[in-house]
């Protein structure tokens, strides 16, 4: 009987991710599934912005008691992967849900997609048990600067244009509330967490090469309206040469980084 190979944490996440994801989104959420790969998760566990279940796919074994999202046809997609005991349409800023009922609640890349984000904060922290734990990545204001597209317009004198792509950028993938660390600090402290650790994840180089493979993405993303995911096909084969190409970028301990891994504790 052939041995199962064993993987780093950071190449089991990328090669997972590489057969339901585009790249660009391979290598950035692999990054960060390492890390989250660091915290001690107690059930019953709460993900705040599930979207159609992507992470809860990659990351979890076991299926997770709760997702929450304000999506219908992607919470429909998430029912189908089998990651989630129960799936709520709900607005995170108002959520459905009893007082102290979660030991641990994630979030993962949504925060900055939320406007008036700080009402989301105070209701995880309403919803987390004493000594619970929330752990979250989110986008800093470092992430626009480190792109491919955008920088190299301004270089050969289009900001204009550079300025209009980032307008684009952010209508296309929801960003409402661009912060630095620093600042989304201070709105997770002002809910009344405590911070145990923040640092930044997810290098410059990565966010590079996730800005020039955009393109690359669109052709699953058109499958989106139709099933309710992205539908992306890689033999093994490629699956292998991509990881010997983009591995040493996700294994990096990321000394710069553009986004904000929090996790927090209530008292």
Not at 7 to 14: I, R, T
Not at 86 to 110: G, H, M
Not at 170 to 199: D, M, P, Q
Not at 224 to 236: C, D
Request: include cysteine.
């Amino acid at each position: 009987m052939k041995k199962k190979k064993k993987y780093s944490l950071a190449e089991k996440y990328f090669r997972r991710y590489l057969k339901i994801a585009p790249l660009s989104v391979a290598l950035c959420r692999s990054v960060e599934a390492k890390n989250f790969a660091t915290v001690k998760m107690v059930n019953p566990i709460l993900d705040i912005g599930c979207g159609f279940g992507e992470f809860a796919q990659v990351f979890f074994e076991d299926p997770v008691d709760m997702g929450v999202d304000n999506a219908p046809l992607d919470l429909y997609a998430a029912s189908k992967v089998n990651k989630y005991k129960n799936l709520l349409l709900a607005d995170a800023r108002k959520l459905p849900l009893a007082d102290q009922s979660y030991s641990t609640i994630i979030s993962v890349s949504t925060m900055e997609h939320i406007k008036k984000v700080d009402s989301v904060f105070k209701e995880a922290y309403r919803v987390l048990k004493s000594n619970g734990v929330f752990v979250i990545t989110v986008e800093t204001n470092k992430v626009d600067k480190h792109t491919f597209y955008r920088p190299l317009l301004k270089k050969i004198g289009m900001s204009f244009l550079s300025e209009k792509f980032t307008d684009a950028f952010n209508v296309l993938f929801h960003r409402h509330t661009i912060l630095s660390k620093k600042e989304w600090e201070k709105k997770i402290k002002t809910a009344g967490f405590f911070i145990e650790e923040s640092r930044y994840i997810v290098s410059p180089a990565i966010i590079k090469f996730f800005d020039i493979f955009i393109p690359t993405a669109l052709p699953s993303q058109l499958f989106r309206p139709i099933f309710g995911k992205r539908i992306v096909y890689r033999p093994e084969f490629i699956v292998s040469v991509l990881t010997r190409l983009f591995l040493r970028y996700i294994e990096d301990e990321e000394s710069e980084g553009t986004v904000v891994f929090l996790v927090a504790r209530k008292a």
